[in-house]
């Protein structure tokens, strides 16, 4: 009898210490879920590498939004206020929403939740020491500071423009890709201007507005930029090849701060911040774009 | 009859234990379930994870430094065997897609955590500026990796992007042409994102374009670290087309090789026209001294920095040597083989003459000289070198090297 007693808690204990062991492995399932991700979006700039989330009390609030190709997770989190609060993961279709999405997994019984990500090293006094592109998760479980680190790997910074500067974009490793969401959309190939064959990646009107967004990186073989105003984001912008400089075709850019002048409107014939091939001279067409006949 | 109720009491106590025990394991069970708690894969797919971007930091690094982490390892002098004793600067060893999978077949990449990680048999996929999969403009890689943990094992992807190429001509007030010309033609490139191939384009990149776009064109034996100087014009154009690019031109050329002097302030009224990229001070230059004398010796450390006529019988010339360097970190950019430039605003002079067919007291040696190449052959009549046209004497075997740029987005 009593053997078959010990036997049964002995069972019973490991069975108990499975679950305790998997019920352990959130930081797995958040890991595997979002280090691939390549958008991550916070609403809780105050609290974001600087503090503990604490309000609004006994209420639903969205740590982080992760976006892995076309899979949106949500993390968010039940602030305490007569018990303690709950971490969910949620797989979501749309925006968050604590009461919608299938549930991936939760963490119940934690306390001063704090999250960190930054693109540069970064030290904090609860963190210590952090890592670029990481996303960073600290709570209290059971009296006992917890920490989960996820790298984000496919989370691109900036370019360095400066001299000997590297041409990746910066990340956790720059350079490096683990997942590729193909691009669907390719922008064809241009033919001539003067053909009316170009084809247009970035339309840049008067007053240096954008007339739609810059898709210069669905031409396939790259792309190139024509004279029209003087704008901080450059001029219109068609995919490769160019032409530029040729009979009919949009001018050769030649920037225009070397005038040691200023002024909006780049387009007008024998504009200096345009060139041509020789014999040719540059004039503003119908499309306020500077060309070269 | 006591003893009987004893064994039922027993029987009956047995059967309450097992079944709370049942209930107990069964409402576990139910609150495990409900939590959505992990199997051991998603364990299993964690620490494979882990330990394959580890190993990536790694790999990362043999890539960008055409290196194993132990120096002068087995692997190093297996991959390089075929080069021994041949003259080549160790940058070609940098991003090179064959060099870096060679490394990866010859070395031991080891454990991570218990993780085994070798290659794949796969050869690498070279991801050009039109392929679907390539996020960066410029040329990407993928290869692939078996990860191996507790007998199973999964293929993972590492996409290295080609980040040794090129280098960034920075914002500021530039001017084509040398100090011949009279008057300076100035341009500037504010607001705009140029990168610029650091070498001349080599005869492995071209191997590698030909074969993957099926081109069809006769490579001849050469090695991979020598620079291309068999392709004509339309094919250069073609090789930077098909990478995102287009060819270099002179007004590039001049910004990224003559040194600007006052680096500090881009709109300086003032552009310097050194005639030489090293520094600003024309009489302190070793060309220049040659010059005056007449005296054409050359030493090692000279040929390193121009390859002249004279150097082909000191030493060999080294390729993708990072020695004849401008102040951006543009390589080859005096002697050895000619350069072709596009040049709308000049196009009689697309042809940067500094190479190893003039003497170094040829006042081809400075910044801005340029010459003319048809761009359809190889022969004499192809070119024109003006003025300096009696001061070749090697009319035979000419090369004509080049290199490609581009202009990148915010």
Redesign the interface.
Known sequence: MNKILSLLFLFLLSFQMTVAKEASSFSDVLFNRIYLASKFVTELTDSLNHSAIVKPPNTWVTLARFEVGDKKYCLTYKVPYDNLGTIELRQSGGACDHFNGVLIHKLTDVQDVMIFFKEVENRHIALGSGDAFTFYLLYEKDKQKMKIAVPLLEIKGAREFKRYGNVARSSFLRGASFRKDPRTIFKDISGKYVDEKSVLCHKVSKGCVDTGPNECDKCPNGWYEVVDYNCKQGGTKFCAPSYCGDKGEPACLRGFEFTGTDRDDLCIADSPAGYCRPGLKTYCDENKILVCL | MGKKIWVTD?RT??IV??TM?LV??GV?FL??WR????TIN??W??DT??A??DF??KA?TM??EGRTLIPKSEAEKICQKSWEGKSFHESFLQCNPDYFSCLLENSNLGEFNGVKIRKSTKKYQMLL??N???????T?YQFNFLVELQGLSVE??????D?C????L??R??GLNSREQSKVW????????I?IDRHLVNVGEVRRWNELLKKNISIPKKDDFEAATFLNKNQMHDFC??H???VLSAMVYDAAVFHPGDYENP?S?FLNRSRFPWNRSNLQNFIFKKWKSKDSKMTKEECDKVYSKECKAIVPFKHSSTLSNS???LFEVMGGSFEYVQN????TKNLILSSKYFSIVSRVHEVGIRGFWSGEHFDFQAFDFGKYKDEIDDQNDIEVGFRCM?????
């Open positions: 027993r106590k047995i234990i097992i025990s107990l394991m576990l609150k495990n939590q959505n708690v992990p998603e364990k797919s964690a994870s882990r394959f971007i990536s930091k990362q890539w960008s500026s039109r679907p999969l390539n996020s960066e403009g410029g990407e993972r992807s590492l996409y290295l992007l980040t190429k090129e280098t960034y920075p914002q007030l530039y100035e341009w500037d490139n504010f607001n705009r994102h990168f087309f098909d995102g690019k287009e709109r009224p102040w951006i970190g709308k605003v000049d196009p581009r202009r990148v987005n915010e």
